[in-house]
């Protein structure tokens, strides 16, 4: 008889998540993974046959949703496209400089550890990518409907630089984490909305 999981995976994910964020993917040991998910090795490995990879490509897909379902509301829930992405950029910031640790971005994280090398994690990033950027210009094109933004806007290009920026800025949260710069520097990149 098969034995019942007393766990749930979204929850093991969860804490495999924060060691692979705070540690990164190769430094993390299955010896941590398994103290830090509350469960057996044998129950690890049942749930999950390819083993530290398989962890951190579900936890990595679960974030990338839940962080994507996120975005989509704070976009859903502001009127204004220009303040939206303001606060998408500030949120990042504050997520950093708030921290006990600075951990960044977990999707930058991954790509400057695990690309190049991992086949999978570059089409899971890239993928990332195309659909923030997709979703960027959607926002763009609806303020310059409404009249928010210039109609001279080049939308994906601006998509672009909003995707690098928002990147730019949490790798230097990790450097420093000086909310005041930071937030000087968002301002300025503010600046192409204008």
Not at 12 to 34: C, D, I, P, Q, Y
Not at 55 to 61: S, W, Y
Not at 95 to 118: F, R, W
Not at 161 to 174: D, N
Request: hydrophobic share 40%.
């Amino acid at each position: 008889m098969p034995r019942t999981k007393n766990y749930h995976e979204d929850d093991v994910l969860r804490k495999a998540l924060n060691l692979f964020w705070t540690k990164g993917f190769h430094a993390s040991s299955m010896a941590e993974l398994v103290a830090c998910m509350g469960i057996s090795r044998a129950s690890m490995y049942t749930s999950f046959p390819n083993g530290k990879e398989e962890i951190f490509q579900r936890a990595f897909e679960m974030y990338q949703e839940e962080n994507s379902r996120k975005v989509r509301a704070l976009f859903a829930s502001s009127p204004s496209v220009k303040d939206a992405f303001y606060d998408m950029l500030k949120g990042g910031i504050m997520e950093d400089v708030m921290a006990e640790q600075v951990k960044g971005c977990l999707l930058i994280n991954t790509a400057t550890e695990l690309i190049p090398g991992d086949d999978h994690i570059q089409q899971m990033v890239r993928k990332n990518a195309e659909n923030s950027k997709a979703l960027f210009v959607e926002q763009l094109q609806r303020g310059v409907e409404s009249g928010e933004l210039s109609p001279e806007l080049n939308v994906k290009d601006v998509a672009d630089y909003i995707f690098t920026f928002y990147g730019g800025l949490r790798v230097m949260s990790k450097i420093n984490p000086d909310k005041k710069s930071l937030l000087a520097t968002l301002d300025q990149g503010m600046a192409i909305l204008q």
